[in-house]
């Protein structure tokens, strides 16, 4: 009995130091992130093995990220690809698989200014390599995806749709709005069409609309599946698929892509698909109202 006594007490004592603490628990888990990452740094300056040199930067990139240190795990990762062969004894898989998580990381800290430049000096590595071709497409539809516009950017798009009519995403502000690039030809664009359709059967009265950017090619396939379908919102066409003006400025490279702009004109979600787009529709629509 004196023994369980005496833990309990322990056991509240502990209860209250934690208690007297300022520090959250946030707060204890970057102040070490901080000191395991200070610690590691100071390992790397002794010139360890290669092997434990690689696996304190792997350890270094996990704190770094915790700590949002986009730049310091910019350095790494640009290290690692500074260390590769270039031109034709590039490895494809390691460079490209570095590259990517490198550009993530740039366009989370630098900007994507950063991370295009980035790019551009990777169309150059590769070049003498028997695959340049193929890699500089590649390269070319990595620069086209960080031109997305993210979650919180605003988003800014006007056009003459297919009925003539002109549409400004300016003009509704106060509105909840869907911007759907996709495309007849595209099966997942169609399969989740009937789910877009009914949340704005459901919803459009109370503020939100839809917007269709088709990279269609072909006119009157488009139209007959409009009719056909019954779908009420305006669409965008210019008969020039993935090379579409729209797709290029926002960039796209695989469909379907849709944004959510919310009533102050900036995005609330991406790739929303099922329920999920109507919850963050609903969502979206209250915080407009309330914002009204």
């Given at each position: ?119 551009e000096q990777a ?26 516009p993210e979650v ?30 996709w495309a007849t ?108």
């Amino acid at each position: 009995m004196k023994i369980k006594l005496l833990g309990i007490a322990i056991f509240v004592g502990m209860l209250g130091v934690q208690g007297a603490s300022a520090e959250s628990a946030a707060d204890i888990v970057t102040r070490f992130e901080k000191e395991k990452s200070a610690a590691l740094e100071a390992y790397l300056k002794q010139d360890p093995r290669p092997q434990d040199a690689a696996e304190a930067q792997d350890a270094l990139l996990f704190s770094y990220e915790k700590l949002k240190d986009f730049d310091k795990m910019g350095a790494i990762l640009e290290s690692r690809l500074a260390a590769m062969p270039k031109g034709a004894d590039l490895p494809p898989q390691e460079y490209f698989g570095g590259l990517q998580v490198l550009l993530q990381v740039l366009r989370a800290g630098p900007g994507r200014e950063a991370a295009l430049a980035r790019v551009e000096q990777a169309k150059r590595e590769v070049e003498g390599h028997p695959q340049a071709t193929e890699m500089k497409e590649f390269i070319q539809q990595i620069a086209a995806e960080l031109n997305q516009p993210e979650v919180g950017d605003e988003m800014k798009l006007a056009f003459t749709c297919l009925d003539g009519h002109e549409v400004d995403l300016e003009k509704l502000r106060g509105k909840v709005v869907l911007v759907d690039f996709w495309a007849t030809w595209c099966g997942p664009c169609v399969a989740e069409m009937p789910n877009v359709h009914a949340t704005y059967e459901a919803l459009h009265d109370q503020g939100f609309e839809v917007i269709g950017i088709s990279l269609d090619e072909d006119e009157a396939a488009l139209k007959s599946f409009i009719q056909e379908n019954k779908i009420p919102w305006p669409q965008s066409f210019s008969g020039k698929g993935w090379e579409s003006p729209l797709a290029q400025k926002f960039g796209i490279g695989s469909i379907p892509a849709t944004f959510l702009v919310g009533g102050d004109g900036k995005i609330v979600g991406k790739d929303l698909r099922g329920t999920a787009l109507k919850e963050a529709v609903t969502a979206a629509l209250k915080k407009a109202e309330k914002g009204k």
